[in-house]
């Protein structure tokens, strides 16, 4: 019988309204706080924000976790937003994925998700 080790969520979002209270730090602060909820164990996290000169203003974040991470990309000017979650073990991506999905959705009145997809990893 097939086992998968691990599992991946991604999520896709338009409609994004960041500005300066809610930007890049916001959102790793919100994916760490997630990982939290979600009883898995974070090791470290950094967030990039991008101001246009070299790549289109937006951020990129990362929480890696003891069995993988939480990712982030986002194109302010454009409203989009991408999140995946990738768990090994018992960690469940989808609890990490709930929790941000809540909170962006309370906070944000014009987002929109656009796709939610799951995949299993290392099947064996």
């Known amino acids: 019988m097939n086992q998968a080790h691990g599992k991946q969520v ?8 960041f500005d300066n209270e809610k930007n890049g730090k916001w959102m ?46 986002c194109y302010y000017e454009k409203g989009l937003l991408a999140i995946d979650a990738f768990t090994c073990g018992d960690g469940d991506p989808d609890v990490i994925i709930d929790i941000i999905h809540n909170k962006l959705i309370s906070e944000m009145k014009n987002i929109k998700l656009i796709s939610r997809n799951k995949i299993n990893r290392f099947n064996h």
């Open 10 to 17: 991604f999520v896709d979002y338009i409609g994004c309204n």
């Open 28 to 73: 790793l602060e919100l994916m760490s706080a997630a990982v939290k909820g979600a009883g898995v164990r974070e090791v470290h996290s950094h967030v990039e924000e991008f101001d246009g000169t070299l790549s289109p203003t937006g951020f990129a974040a990362v929480v890696l976790l003891d069995e993988s991470h939480v990712s982030a990309h």
